[in-house]
């Protein structure tokens, strides 16, 4: 189980590098609802700037456009593939999920069913595009679900050929039958989650900064 | 997720049907020591006592010895057999784990992996000696896992042919890293988890009761 | 894991009771294109028919309109309230997903969300509507994940009140790497999958004829 | 899901590096029974030989007496200690086990427990002694589990501050309902499977050695 750690930073690899982070926000609320999962993912990005200096962007994903479907594009409005460019562009993609029922959201496995595209490109090529990239993970839910839901991530993201740093997650989980009122409070102070989202950043930036200097590459 | 409710009585499908119940504790803790788990299924009993006579039992799986391994017997010592008879013996078997970094403890899974002879038993038949047998689940853990583990138990029960009744689990998790030292406390104060105690045990009263009235008769 | 079993009728529980059946099936291919999780569930409708009268109904998730979000309605065209009208007329309720990436698909989880709704109405009523009917779980993968599903599924499915009867899935997975071209045929000809099939319509007939007969009352 | 992918050297971080490579076979046979788990994690290490010097050491838990409990000594004959240099001292750490019933095994359930303690003493210094090494994760099952069981031990992994590479598993899982003889034989075919230990093998090798050149180094 997570238990309260003591935090420290590392020297990054190298200095003044800029480091591109990409969020992608799974919670089945709309822009202006205060999402938990989004604030904890701007905490893990602040973690990051006391690093070096960042780039980053968070889209929500139940205010964009993505169909069912197995095909690249679905169809003339499908903002997919815009996402797409995003990801390829980014050095950190943070996956961030609320859990409903143990499982992860249906726009964070929306995303995952529509990346399936991008696992078939490297099929064919034998190159990643996700290489040399880095994930985080963040994650809240009212009481339960959080390392279930963290280890089903991780796994199709391994595959998709991201890298995954020591502790490449922070999230939050109440006591079982606690008032969904008092959620937001309870997380923001509760100190594991804090030290997770510090770690995270920490991590996310010195694995980053390492492999844009160090890149596996893989030749044809 | 899981939120408080109220609970109430059912009648019994029939009066006076005396139910035996067996607990499998796979706590990491030997006699002697407080096991959450424990306590919680004895919870659990209770309330089946309220219901109708109940005869129960319960065994620590960290005192008996079950060796790892394939066989329905492994060598001389070896507990199991025993514990296979008391199995087929009772009418409801209540599964009580702890969470161990989001797993059911080393010992519930043994108890899985020695059941496989059972199951091999039912394919060689097509009788599973499990049949008109109704589980029930009891899980506690420090912060998370519950309804990751509870999953990962009821998909064996199942194809073992246990009868899985509404609401077929009592459990209790906490808030990420608030100290040990509190579980015991905190657990014994939760509404949520009386109240799943008192629905499982109710459910558990009727569903074994009406199985033994009703039979489902599998014709060879 | 999972071998093959020889299967056996059982008899129901009362003559000539019809048993009203409805298939939610979380396929992410439009009407149309052949899903396999939907042939495999219609051979579980056939194996129900076998053993008395059934009236059912398929619902193809992917050709509704089931907004993400927290409410009962979700805006205008919502089709989900119509679909849980037809939830609570059934006496059994299959649920069938295809696996994507270890997980059940983004339209399964929608459902498990917007489900949430009438898991509040018990909360505030101490009555589920849901009590007294019966799930199966029908999953087909190309090559892992079918267990973790049920899992993961049926754990949503006890707290909703359904219940679980013996073998309460049929699944269908393949070797690891082998051609997505090949997996229609060989499911079909899998003798595994065809006696889950049969010992899932079976007991599925078995438990919803018992229930209608001697259902769970919950006083007040 | 995983398909058969084209597989590339990629060079090395540094030239003759020599990496200590440890196996903890989590197999429920013995020695002298043939285990499709550690040989498929010697067909990981055979790549790893590929691209430069690797000490390597597979330890089978099923010969080793690892106690249950809480403690980091649980008594006289325990060899976990023991087992603790050996991680200590390993650069690279490939986990290894069956699946039973979607499960890793009771000894791989065990060894997690077990490293409860280590971690306990990360809590207390904040310097994890397992950072800068590289974990590989290595599962073999009948037909079905392989990524439930991938993910559950990722999420141990990471917050015990283990680097994932990239594609760190290779697993093998055949079709539902196959006879328990053909496994083997299936198994050494298979492209998918023959694929995942070669990238397995690469990204243990990369990794490890450009955390040896460049580690990241947590300030007191």
Chains 1, 2, 3, 4 share one sequence.
Not at 3 to 9: G, M, N
Not at 81 to 103: L, S
Not at 122 to 129: E, N
Request: glycine share 10%.
């Amino acid at each position: 189980m997570y238990k309260t750690k003591p935090t420290h930073d590392c020297p990054m690899p190298a200095e003044g590098m800029t480091i591109r982070a990409l969020v992608l926000n799974g919670s089945l609320k709309h822009h202006g609802t205060l999402s938990n999962t989004e604030e904890l993912a701007g905490e893990v990005l602040g973690h990051m700037r006391r690093m070096g200096p960042v780039e980053s962007e968070i889209i929500r994903l139940s205010d964009r456009n993505i169909p069912v479907g197995l095909e690249f594009r679905e169809g003339d409005g499908d903002d997919w593939p815009a996402i797409v460019e995003k990801i390829k562009a980014a050095d950190v993609v943070i996956f961030a999920t609320p859990i409903w029922w143990g499982g992860r959201s249906s726009l964070m496995q929306r995303v995952i069913e529509r990346l399936d595209s991008l696992d078939e490109e490297y099929i064919a090529s034998g190159r990643s595009a996700l290489y040399n990239k880095v994930a985080g993970i963040v994650i809240t839910g009212s009481e339960d679900g959080a390392q279930a839901v963290l280890g089903s991530i991780m796994e199709v993201l391994t595959f998709m050929c991201f890298t995954l740093p020591p502790e490449c997650c922070a999230y939050w989980v109440g006591e079982v039958g606690k008032p969904v009122a008092e959620e937001t409070a309870s997380r923001r102070m509760n100190q594991a989650t804090k030290h997770m989202a510090m770690n995270l950043g920490r991590n996310l930036m010195f694995y980053s900064g390492l492999l844009k200097m160090h890149p596996l590459t893989v030749n044809a």
